[in-house]
């Protein structure tokens, strides 16, 4: 006789060898209890897939966003969502949705800042970061802006070429009948790549090639040639720091990036033609920072997507680099530092994201820059 399920693992503890042990070399023999009527693990829902993972609108605006639950062998599961939404930039309607392989809410945008819809379900989350700037009269969708430009280090050229940003931006031009284009500069020794992806042989000579938040406020609060030729090639301008620069020691530190970051917001006010988009900063990997530095790097990025800074400032918009890749901000010993699943490593001290993690930001990242362009007129535009 061959018993299955929950009736075998009853039987195998009964009858076993007579101790704990012996039951559960039987029960591993087995694969376990709760398995169902044929042997097979009963389907269990794991994995929440939101659509879109990033969004932005203009105040008054709304868009359906849609979560799509997999069990563990990733085949579509019913499943009950309850929805949410953290930093107070709008509201959702149903608050949940029942016994469905996908669900479905309609977020409205009433707070200029940045916040997130969060979709939970048998304690399992996903996520869309949420931007909401001020109306600015009809968005950039009549091509007013199509020159995106990213400023970056060596973490943004994963994102660009790991996370196939371009061709996330073809891919949309051909389906959206779309002109946008993504250009990029790394350091100053590789310098500029042009549309198609190409080294130009030209480089910006960004100042020190410092794109920390002191480099960064440089570049924009003072005259130098590097800034001129940026804001006269490009249109959308998205720039970083590198991961060390999560390494916030302390209030002193992180009051001085807000200075310069404040510093950098007053420059873009006086160039409404140009679309700012400041992103907040990389992880550092768990073994290369401590809980004070890590608790003050989300301190910095809700601050950079807040309504504080960003309020009363259409042209100036946040990406939140630092949620996407970030442990939840959940009181444990790992909290706000690289997730695991995003290291390059597990055994050194290496920040730079995975291709895991780059597969993730670099489409994101690319939506949301033409999100912004399309939610943001220029005066004339």
Known sequence: ?????????RWLIAAGTGSVLGGLIALAALGGCGGSADGGLQPVLTTLTMAPQVLTLQLGQSRQLSVAGSDQNGEPIGFTASWSVEGGVGTVNPGRERNATTCTCRFSATTVGTGSVVAT???????CTVTVTEAGGGGGGDGTLTNLFFLHHSTGEGFVDEGDMRGYIDAYNAANAT???LWDHGYNGEGLRDAEGV??????QIPDDNTDPDGLHRLWTTDNGARDAILENHQVIA???CFPASAIRDDDRLDEYKAWYRGIRDFCDTRPDRLFIVMSTPLLHRLSTNLTEADNARAFANWLKSGEYLSGHPNVVCFDLFDMLAHPDDGGVRRNMLRWEYEAAHNDGDSHPNQAANEVVGPALAQFMIDAAEAYSPPGG
């Open 179 to 181: 002109s946008y284009e």
């Open 199 to 204: 080294w130009t042989g030209t480089s910006y």
């Open 239 to 241: 720039f970083k720091s």
């Open 1 to 9: 006789m061959r018993l299955r399920g929950p009736v075998a693992c």
């Open 121 to 127: 379900a048998d304690a399992v989350t996903a996520r």
